[in-house]
């Protein structure tokens, strides 16, 4: 597709529930990301994939926090036992080559709120 | 620990003002620095970049940034501002040589006022 997309757009669970948040990058894109970003807050880095491989999950906050991109495309996102202050967009990003810093393209982001 | 700060969380002006805002970041060693705009309703876009080269950068929409490596500042700049500019601006920094992961501000929220 033309641009990053990501679904749902809006999310409400309850607190305990299992949600999946789900990234279609660029068709072609090697490098995948994913942001976390709370209300008023810039987006705090969660995790890094190059194709199929997680390189870096070093802002993951808890082991809640499970991500894969298991074809090297399309990514999920999922969050076990949601918690309140899982409240937040989750936005993905992609880009064409390996150095992700060439080009990143934005999704609009998935609003998770948990009650 | 890696910080970006941007001084003003609110900014109001009027069309044709002039527009600076600031962002300072804490790490010591080279760095790759950004600043994204996100227009209401939109997704985050690329403003502009700085790798290497000439401090002054010149990006979309007539917005350039400076790059003072002594002050640790990327200031970004506007001379006239448009109310189409009602957007919140997002300054990065990518500590080169680490991971590709970038490291946002809190972002300003500015209003342009016909």
């Known amino acids: 597709g033309a641009g990053v997309s990501q679904s749902p757009r809006y999310k409400v669970a309850k607190r305990g529930q299992d949600v999946a948040l789900r990234c279609d990058p660029i068709?072609?894109?090697?490098?995948l990301f994913w942001y976390q970003q709370a209300l008023g807050q810039g987006p705090e880095f969660l995790t890094y994939?190059?194709?199929?491989?997680?390189?870096?999950k070093s802002g993951l906050p808890s082991d809640r926090f499970f991500a894969e991109r298991p074809e090297g495309s399309v990514s999920t996102l999922k969050i076990q036992r949601t918690q309140q202050e899982d409240s937040a967009v989750y936005l993905c990003?992609?880009?064409?080559?390996?150095?992700?810093?060439?080009?990143?393209?934005f999704g609009s982001g998935t609003r998770l709120t948990v009650v | 620990a890696q910080s970006v700060s941007q001084h003003n969380h609110h900014v109001i002006l009027s069309e044709a003002a002039s527009l600076e805002l600031g962002c300072n970041y804490s790490?010591?060693?080279?760095?790759?620095l950004f600043w994204y705009v996100q227009y209401p309703g939109q997704h985050l876009q690329l403003l502009l970049k700085?790798?290497?080269?000439?401090?002054l950068v010149k990006g979309i929409k007539g917005f350039e940034a400076e790059f003072i490596k002594s002050k640790f500042s990327f200031n970004l700049r506007k001379p006239s501002v448009q109310w189409s500019d009602t957007a919140e601006y997002f300054c990065?920094?990518?500590?080169?040589?680490?991971?590709?992961?970038?490291?946002f501000g809190a972002g300003t929220r500015l209003a342009v006022h016909p």
């Open positions: 990065a920094v990518n500590p080169s040589g680490g991971y590709n992961k970038l490291i």
């Open positions: 990003a992609s880009s064409l080559t390996g150095q992700g810093l060439y080009g990143y393209t």
């Open positions: 994939f190059q194709n199929e491989a997680q390189l870096d």
């Open positions: 790490y010591g060693g080279t760095v790759n």
């Open positions: 700085y790798f290497s080269g000439d401090p």
């Open positions: 068709s072609g894109h090697v490098s």
